[in-house]
């Protein structure tokens, strides 16, 4: 975030709570990823990396008292007592904090009462995990952080489980793990059921990522979300009964897919042919990174476009336009959608040199079609969460 409107929000924070004295920053990154969608909640592999938007909480510790907070995005108050933590009726952003500070309690973990200002300038809605940013940020702030306390992984099954039980979103572990692991110029391959990861380095100087906002996200999202989730649960309990020691559909091939297609209904079937070749794409995208084959790896993230068009549907009108668009662009190796989809992200690979000119037609090409202004970002690979004294 910029060195300015950082200055702006603790000028903000001197205002409202008289000063600035002893004032704590907790960061948290957005993500995109490049490329394993819908695969998390699966125990599947996923490749994201953390952008350079955040959200931020400036928060100083309290002795007593509730936790107090100003969310300068929204334009409004939260206040909620810790030992009485209950979902705000009309204040969605509050309760990803809230829930957070109930599944740190319920862990026997030490929370404090903080008063605070969230400022976040990740994109809300575009797929790029605001809410687990959100969740990350609170988290760091409200934690007294004594020695012995959660690992990282730890915080990011805990800051899933408040989005899981309390918000009510069945998200799968990525957003929240990558905002807490990622380093500088790195990718993160996660494997999301042993919560094994690992650094890939990305060649900035040769490619960038470039991610193209539709500026539309669609109501049936959230609801589509969960059904897509159970429909997956329900295609590995039935090829279960078939094969022994299947758990989820991380343990499926597409050779065993196609031999167990016919206890599937055919949803069931779409489903979870996406989320085993979505898997088998994202160990292909690995060797092809780790083998500078940029050209490999763009076209697995085009064929993972095709996948979540056709077999989860979970594209929409303006998510196609915009593939189509940059995939008719120089300098383009690869384009798909991010995210939960309905709305949101593309992600695209560009070559570094024509970033600028793909930016450019993106935005004119998009606006000429849909009657819409996108956003576009350039982002490079950025360091995870982190509390900084200002």
Known sequence: MEYQILRQMV???ARTYGSARGLLCAHAPGRVNLIGEHTDYNGGFVLPMAVSREILVLFRPVDRGPVRLWSENYGQWDEF???????????????????????????????????????????IGAGLSSSAALEVSSALALLTH??????????????????????????????????LHAEQDRAVLIDCRSLDYDLVPLESSVVRVVVCNTMVH?????????????????AAAAIARRVPGVKQLRDVSSELLQGCRDLLSEVELKRARHVVTENERVSEALTALREGDNARFGELMNASHESLDRDYEVTCDELNVMVRLARRQRGVLGARMTGGGFGGCTVNLVLAEEVDRFSAAMAEGYREQTGLEPGVYEFLPVRGARVERI
């Not at 109930?102 to 404090?112: I, N, S």
């Open 11 to 13: 000028e903000k924070f």
């Open 146 to 179: 004594p020695p012995g306390g959660p690992d990282r992984k730890e915080l990011a099954l805990l800051c899933q489980r408040a989005e899981n039980a309390f918000v009510g979103v069945n998200c799968g572990i990525m957003d929240q793990f990558v905002s």
């Open 218 to 234: 669609h109501e049936l999202g959230a609801s589509a979300y969960n059904e897509r989730r159970a429909t997956c649960e329900s």
């Open 81 to 123: 007592d810790l030992a009485d933590i209950s979902p705000s009726p009309d204040q969605p952003w509050a309760n990803y904090v809230r829930g957070v500070a109930h599944v740190l309690l319920e862990a026997g973990l030490p929370v404090r009462p903080i008063e605070g200002i969230v400022y976040g300038d990740i994109p």
